[in-house]
């Protein structure tokens, strides 16, 4: 089952489509193309571009920062995605077998930059002018997500609310 009877509106190479347009083509697979640790963009960019200038094809690309080392691509052709491959730089070997989306679909739905950040969990701001300063969460909005923290190395506790993303979790509250 590929990606296409999964999903009621798909992009594919930035044009959306409602599931009734899609014909009945051949079937695609989901292969998995090893890469280099740390250059999994870089070796999606390079296929996308190289597809873009032959006559491979291809319906999508997925590259995820919570998988590192390998990409997903949903093709028709093993052996040809073997073939393109191998002119690109950090990308390593395509995996044996194809995937069901079901494994991969949990990477395919955004999460919040807040979900695993408690209040009173101990954070280190990352970014900001407060970068390498260590804080501890007062409250948390979901909706806007964003934190608020207050700095330990502080004089006077100030709160101070800060984007989920410039914080990484260092102590959580329940391991004191």
């Known amino acids: 089952m590929g990606w296409r009877n999964a999903w009621f509106n798909v992009v594919i190479k930035g044009i959306t489509m409602s599931e009734e347009e899609f014909d009945d083509g051949p079937e695609t697979k989901i292969f998995t193309i090893k890469t280099q640790v740390g250059k999994e963009q870089n070796a999606a960019d390079l296929l996308n571009s190289r597809a873009e200038n032959s006559e491979f094809e291809y319906?999508?690309?997925?590259?995820?920062?919570?998988?590192?080392?390998?990409?997903?691509i949903e093709g028709y052709d093993r052996e040809r995605l073997k073939d393109v491959i191998k002119t690109i730089s950090y990308?390593?070997?395509?995996?044996?077998?194809?995937i069901p989306i079901d494994q991969i679909e949990?990477?395919?739905?955004?999460?919040?930059?807040?979900?695993?950040?408690?209040?009173?969990?101990?954070?280190?701001?990352i970014a900001g002018p407060f970068r390498g300063e260590n804080a501890k969460v007062t409250h948390i909005d979901d909706s806007k997500?964003?934190?608020?923290?207050?700095?330990?190395?502080?004089?006077?506790?100030?709160p101070i609310t800060v984007r989920g993303e410039q914080v990484r979790v260092i102590k959580r509250k329940d391991e004191e």
């Not at 997500?145 to 100030?158: G, M, Q």
């Open 59 to 72: 319906p999508s690309i997925l590259s995820t920062p919570d998988l590192r080392g390998y990409i997903f």
């Open 91 to 98: 990308a390593r070997t395509v995996l044996d077998g194809d």
């Open 106 to 125: 949990h990477f395919l739905i955004p999460t919040s930059a807040v979900a695993k950040i408690a209040e009173g969990d101990v954070v280190e701001m």
């Open 145 to 158: 997500e964003e934190i608020t923290v207050e700095l330990f190395e502080s004089v006077v506790p100030i």
